[in-house]
């Protein structure tokens, strides 16, 4: 099937705070349709806001759009994220990411889910001492 998806019939989502802290909004490009298994959002994040830990079963990438961001990988420092930038984060790996402190920030989130449609598993907030760590 070939189609169009007008910008005008999909709203923005606000995202549930039980998985991010701050002010997130969610615009869907595209979600698993059989046999694709690819979800793919722009996520815009205001100032210091972030997801909670979580991981994805079959990895993440990030394309930052338009700010400055933040990623974190479990036991790894805060980097600072800049538009262009990717982020490849691998299966089943905990980690964060979000807005800086002070800038709004957006990102393409793309992910797959598992062939049983599986998808990200979420954990515990991001502690405001871990969050206000300086980026490496
Ligand atoms: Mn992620």
Avoid at 1 to 20: G, K, L, N, Y
Avoid at 92 to 102: E, K, P, S
Wanted: hydrophobic residues 40%.
């Amino acid at each position: 099937m070939t189609h169009v998806i007008r910008a005008a019939s999909r709203a923005t989502r606000i995202a549930s705070p039980a998985q991010f802290t701050g002010a997130v909004f969610n615009d869907e490009i595209t979600a698993p349709t059989a046999p694709s298994r690819l979800r793919a959002s722009l996520v815009t994040f205001s100032p210091g806001a972030r997801t909670a830990w979580h991981s994805h079963p079959v990895g993440q990438t990030l394309w930052c759009v338009s700010g400055i961001g933040r990623v974190q990988f479990a036991g790894g420092p805060v980097r600072a994220l800049h538009p262009g930038d990717t982020v490849v984060i691998p299966p089943d790996t905990r980690h964060w990411h979000g807005a800086a402190a002070d800038r709004v920030f957006a990102h393409l989130a793309m992910s797959e889910q598992t062939a049983d449609g599986g998808s990200t598993q979420w954990f515990e907030h991001v502690a405001d001492a871990d969050y206000a760590r300086a980026p490496e």
